[in-house]
Nanobody, 126 residues
Framework: VQLVESGGGSVQAGGSLRLSCSGY????????MGWFRQVSGKQREAVAVIRSDGVTRYADSVKGRFTISKDNAENTLYLQMNSLKPEDPAMYYC?????????????????????WGLGTQVTVSS
């Protein structure tokens, strides 16, 4: 599995970006995909996840601003980011967890996910 993110870039505060992730073929047995972000020197944190049954989870910091979605036919995961804030800049990573991943961890825990992309950088200017 090779996940490839795209769509990052630089935007002014209040602006929008849409990230895309391709390279994962969804499993009929169920899976979970997610977006995470990391700032240099800090731990990777969850942004949003989506299960194959459509259930989503969001970090409190992005609720109401970001939307995760997927196109099963195109095997593409999206993250629509609106009202971007100065605290949103980071490297954004796509992740996949076939079979819903390691159930010892919560849905928003990076340890649940098996496969990762190399990331796409998001910058927000004030």
């Amino acid at each position: 599995v090779q996940l490839v993110e795209s769509g990052g870039g630089s935007v002014q505060a209040g602006g929008s970006l849409r990230l895309s992730c391709s390279g994962y073929e969804y499993s009929y047995s169920g899976d979970c995909m997610g977006w995470f972000r990391q700032v240099s020197g800090k731990q990777r944190e969850a942004v949003a996840v989506i299960r194959s049954d459509g259930v989503t989870r969001y970090a409190d910091s992005v609720k109401g601003r970001f939307t995760i979605s997927k196109d099963n036919a195109e095997n593409t995961l999206y993250l629509q980011m609106n009202s971007l804030k100065p605290e949103d800049p980071a490297m954004y990573y796509c992740a996949a967890a076939p079979g819903y991943g390691d159930s010892r961890y919560s849905w928003l825990n990076p340890a649940r996910f098996n496969y990762w992309g190399l990331g796409t950088q998001v910058t927000v200017s004030s």
